[in-house]
């Protein structure tokens, strides 16, 4: 005997709803996976429970994909028809599309930081992991483009600082070696000086202008002794 027909109303008892929700869900899960196989369609389905959990299943587990597929056409289909834009209808499934996106995009980030991993199947973990090698090895690329740049950097302050400082040197060697030449000619200037005033303050003899001096006579005796004349003596400036 065949089950009766499903009334579609509500379910009062909580425990039977939570066990039919359940079990639809996962049929609801597999029923996309296998349209999207069979027939190579693009699904994106999401579920929330009544306590708010989500539940999702995309094609390749690339729902923000899908989602923005489906934004662009959503934008075509209002572009066409721009009467419809204002109503309130339309902003109510504009508000529910950006909830269940920034849920979507928050779930992933809590993915990506390896939380809430117990709801992924195995193929989900895989495109997980290579998205975030994928992440890691941009990081590690941009970080090793920033290490070269910066060694550049200071290779070139390093190399215009020894410019300077073999610049610095050069010129107080020239400065030691023009200081040097100068005491050796004032040493010089010093020398020949001490040497001209040791000459000059040697004493000079005074000359004896006009002194007779006397004559010896036959018996070798001076003449005129007796008579002596004194010297005209002239003093040396004159």
Same mark, same amino acid.
């Given at each position: ?101 920034? *849920?979507?995009? %928050?779930? !992933? @980030? ?10 992924? +199947?195995?193929?989900? &973990? ?51 070696? *023009?200081?040097? %030449?100068? !005491? @050796? ?10 040497? +001209?005033?040791?000459? &000059? ?38």
């Amino acid at each position: 005997m065949g089950r009766g027909r499903v009334q579609m109303k509500r379910i009062e008892n909580k425990i039977n709803r939570q066990v039919t929700f359940s079990k639809r869900r996962s049929g609801l899960l597999k029923k996309a996976h296998e349209i999207s196989v069979l027939c190579d369609a693009e699904v994106g389905l999401i579920v929330f429970s009544t306590k708010g959990k989500l539940f999702e299943y995309s094609t390749d587990s690339c729902m923000e994909r899908i989602l923005e597929r489906y934004e662009r056409y959503s934008y075509a289909e209002r572009q066409l028809n721009p009467a419809d834009q204002d109503s309130p209808a339309s902003w109510t499934l504009e508000h529910a599309k950006l909830k269940a996106r920034i *849920e979507v995009l %928050q779930r !992933n @980030q809590r993915h990506y930081a390896g939380e809430e991993l117990d709801s992924l +199947s195995m193929k989900e &973990l895989q495109n997980l992991e290579h998205q975030l090698d994928s992440a890691v090895k941009h990081i590690r690329s941009r970080k090793n483009q920033l290490m070269h740049e910066s060694i550049s950097e200071l290779q070139k302050k390093d190399k215009a600082l020894q410019e300077q400082n073999n610049k610095l040197t050069k010129q107080v060697k020239e400065r030691e070696k *023009e200081i040097a %030449q100068q !005491n @050796q000619w004032e040493q010089q200037n010093h020398d020949h000086l001490n040497s +001209s005033s040791f000459v &000059l303050s040697q004493p000079m003899n005074s000359l004896h202008i006009g002194e007779a001096y006397p004559a010896a006579g036959d018996n070798g005796e001076i003449e005129g002794s007796s008579r002596h004349q004194p010297p005209n003596v002239m003093p040396p400036w004159m």
